[in-house]
């Protein structure tokens, strides 16, 4: 193999390494697990956009953020 084959390799697969580290990064980001005790409440730039209740939940990566965890347990 010449030095321009082992480079155009290298070159194309770090395209797709990074693209799969980019979408494991906004899967993570996206998913959230709510605790049966617990609902979360989610913020859209500073401002209420819903909240979550137990169970796998969905939500806008990079946009929406978990501001409040709150416990729903009896006292």
Do not use: C, W
């Amino acid at each position: 193999m010449t030095e321009d084959q082992i480079t155009s390799l290298v070159g194309s697969s770090l395209a797709y390494i990074l693209g799969a580290i980019l979408l494991i990064i906004v899967i993570l980001k996206g998913v959230r697990i709510v605790p049966q005790s617990e609902k979360f409440v989610v913020e859209r730039f500073g401002r209420l956009k819903s909240v979550l209740g137990p169970g796998i939940n969905f939500i806008v990566p990079f946009l929406d953020v978990v501001r409040h965890k709150i416990s729903i347990l009896e006292r």
